[in-house]
């Protein structure tokens, strides 16, 4: 099993910043992407922010240009540098990966349990 740890969201004023962090740790040989999604009160979980093993990565239009997504592949953590944060962005953000696990060599795939992103307007 692969199990992640988040952390870093908490409370901000709009246009202000913040960074998340997710660290997995378990039974994986390898991950093929990490990324972050976030679910706020009444929608859908969307996603946020993927960055691939290949060093690609991929943003939701409406985080361009504020949101940077970085991960320490020795440390098999994944990092989301929010900057300029909207009151919309109130979300609880969720960390995911995807990859292969050691054991028998399967796919596999985690998500940590949520670290909440409150932004004051």
């Known amino acids: 099993q692969v199990q992640l740890v988040e952390s870093g969201g908490g409370l901000v004023q709009a246009g202000g910043s913040l960074r998340l962090s997710c660290a997995a740790s378990?039974?994986?040989?390898?991950?093929?992407?990490m990324g972050w999604y976030r679910q706020a009160p009444g929608k859908k979980r969307e996603l946020v922010a993927v960055?691939?093993?290949?060093?690609?990565?991929n943003y939701a239009d409406s985080v361009k240009g504020r949101f940077t997504i970085s991960r320490d592949t020795a440390k098999n953590t994944v990092y989301l540098q929010m900057n300029s944060l909207k009151a919309e962005e109130t979300a609880v953000y969720y960390c995911?990966?995807?990859?292969?696990?050691?054991?028998?060599?399967?796919?596999?795939?985690?998500w940590g349990q949520g670290t909440k992103v409150t932004v004051s307007s």
């Open positions: 995911n990966v995807v990859g292969i696990e050691s054991t028998y060599g399967r796919p596999c795939g985690s």
């Open positions: 378990g039974s994986i040989f390898s991950i093929n992407a």
């Open positions: 960055t691939r093993s290949g060093g690609s990565t």
